[in-house]
Structures are given as C-alpha cells and as structure tokens.
C-alpha cells in the first residue's frame, strides 16, 4: 500500500499530499488498492449500527480523481465529516488548483460559467449540457512554455463549484485540455504528451475551510511536484 504524505493531523482531521494514480474511492470497478482501503483501517467507524456516509467513505470529505495530486481532506469522526460536508455544499470551502494546458491562452483571467452534466453519450464522461448543475471555474494565466514545437499555458484555477471532472471540462470546453487528459483531450493530443510527463498536470494546491470544530479559519498546502517546478520556474 502507499505511504500516506500527511500535511497536517489533530483529533478531527487528517490532511494528506494524494499521488498521482492513487484512486481515492473504492468501488466496483476499483475494489483494491484505494485510498479509501488504506483508510478504512486507521479511521474509526462511528459507533451507530446503521452505516452512515462518514462509514461508508472512511471519512473521505471530498474528491479527488486519480490521476489529479494534492490536497486532500479526511474526517476522522463523524461530527467532523458532517461539518466538513456542509462547508462544501454552502460553498464556504476555497480550493486552488495548478494545471499545464494545451496552447495559447490570451487572456490572463477566464471565468468560465457552464453547466455539467453526463455526457449524452459516454457515460463515463461529463460534459457541457443544458440542464446541467451549475458550474463556475476562474482560470488565471501565470506563464507560457514551449514544448515539442508547441505553446502550453500554465494556469492557476479556481472552482467556485465542484463538480465531477469540472477543471477538466471547463478547460476542455474552452479549447485547452490539460496535458496528459486521457478522458478529455483528443487521443493525439494524449499520446503526443503522455511519454513527456507521464501523468495528468492537475494538481490540488490548496485548500481553506473553517476547522469543525475550533471554527477557525485554516489553510492546507500540497507543495507543487517537481515536474510542476520545473515548467513554472
């Protein structure tokens, strides 16, 4: 199993530094090797006889895709998952992601405000739909690269909602895919750029919430990966 990298720990919660390929959930088609099974052994269940949503997802108080790294954050009782959970729902939760795009944003601050839903089509995609939820990601432009003879823009993002895949369906929507995006850049575009970095370049940087129980205002940091550093530099 893999080693968790702890950013912070107390009583209530535990902060963690996820990996890049570490699939947060288990479920019928990712029954092993999870963080959820890690977790499962070193999170209390609570003492009611009926399973709750803190048992069932071992405290787990958001979502990470696999492939995307960083800050994560872990219940470790269910009093505080239920806090936690209704700072996510009432929006009061600030997160702030890194990613590497695909060519040539012109602009230095996007706001993108479009509804998500499930793909009409591939259900295991999402996408732009009428009906959607409500989805609004702001995009700040920090640099350009160059690359392989081609433009790539590195960009801060902020999701004032938190939908499923929503980064990455935001930026694929725009025209900029995230570099390594199996799911939303075109096949060309994924196997161009997956021998160069190996992974997706979305990483979780930062997270704010008020602590459940102190209710104090706290901030969690996942240092940026070094392939990350070494673009931004």
């Known amino acids: ?46 003492d009611e006889e009926e399973e709750n949503d803190f048992d069932q997802r071992s405290g787990i108080a958001h979502r990470l895709d696999k492939d995307t790294s960083g800050v994560l954050l872990i219940a470790k009782n269910k009093e505080a998952f239920l806090a936690l959970q209704h700072q996510f729902k009432a929006r009061q939760v600030k997160k702030e992601y890194e990613a590497v795009v695909l060519g040539r944003i012109g602009e230095s601050v996007i706001e993108i405000d479009a509804p ?13 739909v009428a009906g959607g939820k409500d989805s609004v990601t702001r995009i700040e432009k920090i640099k350009e690269i160059s690359a392989e003879g081609e433009t790539l823009t590195v960009v801060r ?57 102190t209710h104090q205002q706290m901030t969690f940091e996942a240092p940026l990966p070094e392939l990350f550093l070494d673009l931004s530099r």
């Open 1 to 46: 199993m893999h080693d968790l990298d702890v950013i912070y720990e107390d009583n209530d919660l535990l902060v963690i530094n996820k990996e890049a390929g570490l699939v947060v959930n288990t479920s019928n088609t990712s029954p092993t090797n999870t963080l959820q099974e890690q977790l499962a052994k070193i999170i209390e269940k609570s």
């Open 116 to 128: 998500i839903g499930r793909h009409p089509h591939v259900r295991t995609k999402f996408a732009i």
């Open 157 to 213: 993002v902020f999701p004032h909602t938190g939908r499923t895949h929503q980064i990455r369906v935001h930026l694929a929507s725009f025209g900029h895919p995230i570099v390594g995006d199996e799911i939303y850049a075109s096949t060309k575009q994924y196997f161009k750029w997956q021998p160069i970095f190996g992974r997706l370049m979305l990483h979780a940087c930062k997270i704010e919430i008020l602590h459940p129980t």
